[in-house]
């Protein structure tokens, strides 16, 4: 296995601490689901997120392709599911090949079985949910996170905002 950079173990390590955090956030959301009204969940809220992520797809992979020296780290989430269960799962060291591009499984998945942390898969287009990437040693992308900072401790949503550009 490669190993990775300084800079890419810290963007894993992000991308790592906001799936947590985000697990964290929804796991608080269905513990309240019963006594909370609708317009505090974040599904409306993450639904925004994910179409706006989609609708700025292309500039995630024109950057992708530019290879900037002061960008690095690209990932997209994507939708995964069997007869386990559906989860969104972050997908890193993208590259191109025979017209595909595949990727680097970087969470550890909870729900599904047939993809595993550390696996090479390929991404399919209608399967991503968002995207992210760091430029200047700042997060860019990650709509979806975003969204999940105001759902979290005031303290730990202030220490992520800081990763964001």
Not at 43 to 54: F, I, K, P, Q
């Amino acid at each position: 296995m490669m190993a990775l950079s300084r800079f890419a173990r810290i963007a894993r390590i992000a991308r790592l601490w906001l799936c947590l955090l985000a697990a964290s956030a929804i796991a608080a959301k269905d513990a309240r689901a019963q006594s909370a009204p609708a317009s505090v969940m974040p599904d409306g809220e993450l639904s925004n997120a994910v179409a706006t992520a989609r609708r700025t797809l292309p500039e995630f992979w024109q950057r992708w392709r530019a290879n900037e020296p002061q960008e690095t780290g690209y990932a997209v989430k994507i939708l995964v599911g069997d007869q386990f269960g559906a989860e969104q799962i972050w997908v890193s060291r993208l590259q191109a090949r025979d017209g595909r591009i595949h990727g680097i499984v970087d969470t550890r998945p909870q729900r599904t079985r047939f993809v595993q942390a550390g696996q090479r898969i390929d991404i399919r287009p209608h399967s991503i949910v968002d995207w992210m990437y760091f430029r200047n040693g700042r997060m860019v992308g990650n709509h979806t996170g975003r969204v999940l900072l105001k759902y979290l401790p005031p303290a730990e949503a202030e220490q992520l905002q800081l990763l964001f550009e």
